[in-house]
């Protein structure tokens, strides 16, 4: 067991490349934010996405997955993950959820956003899907604050669940789900790396958190099930049930004197202010 998790651990100069990835990944999806609308498509989402990437000097690392040939993955509604970009016109009242990724240098970042589109017309709907964002949004968080003080990495998963089942929909009363077949990563010379990062309890406590490690945190959970299905296009996770979804995600480095949101533009310090945590830039 001695030095089995030596790999995931990056040097000083390793983590200070991984800044800018992640700001340019940050940059890719406040352009998204800014353009979307009801009647813009998913596809116009990603041109912008990826021109702001290589706007930046970095390419999307989306589009190095073996298969997959667009910079962001844009989930509708029902589609929690990895939902392809098409001709799809957003509507109002929409729940969409954006993950983008750059590559500068050859070292990555990774992030995801949820955004609910206004519709006056279905104000209880609307409320719905935004308390059910907000509170995927608020368990990232958690996990991120509880990481800067965990001594192993799975409390981050503890966090996460702990925070959801204590914050039921107060619109239906019902449950959330967090989903349990896609989880968080590793991130750095690739941006799917060891080790797992759970979004829930598990008996393992996980590696080690210390200096150097670097890990994309990323709840999905949905109104309802947390079973799903994927599409025939063999690439978009949807709820079986047909339940709203929502998902936040950040690539976050632990240096030796704290912790990074390297995919915030003010390094999470927004995020993490209400929960009593002060991020410290890396050195």
Known sequence: ???????????????????????????????????????????????????????????????????????????????????????????????????????????????????VLDD??????VAARRLLSDVTEQALWHGIARLAAARHLNEVGEAIEDFVESHPSTLSGAQYGILTDYIGHGIGRSMHEAPPVFNYRVRQRGPEVKPGLVVAIEPMITAGTTETFTREDDWTVASADGSMSSHWEHSVAVHADGIWVLTAEDGGAAGLAPLGVTPVPIP
């Open 1 to 115: 067991m001695i030095g089995r998790n030596k790999g995931i651990y990056k040097t000083p100069a390793e983590l200070r490349l991984m800044v800018q990835p992640g700001l340019v990944t940050a940059a890719s999806l406040a352009a998204v934010r800014a353009a979307i609308r009801p009647g813009i498509t998913t596809l116009e989402l990603d041109r912008i996405a990826d021109d702001t990437i290589r706007s930046l000097g970095g390419v999307s690392n989306f589009q190095m997955v073996p298969g997959y040939v667009h910079t962001v993955c844009a989930s509708v509604n029902e589609d929690i993950v990895h939902g392809i970009p098409g001709e799809r016109m957003l509507a109002a009242g929409d729940i969409v959820s954006i993950d983008s990724g750059a590559d500068v240098g050859g070292w990555n970042g990774d992030s995801a956003i949820t955004i």
């Open 120 to 125: 006056p017309t279905r104000p209880e709907e």
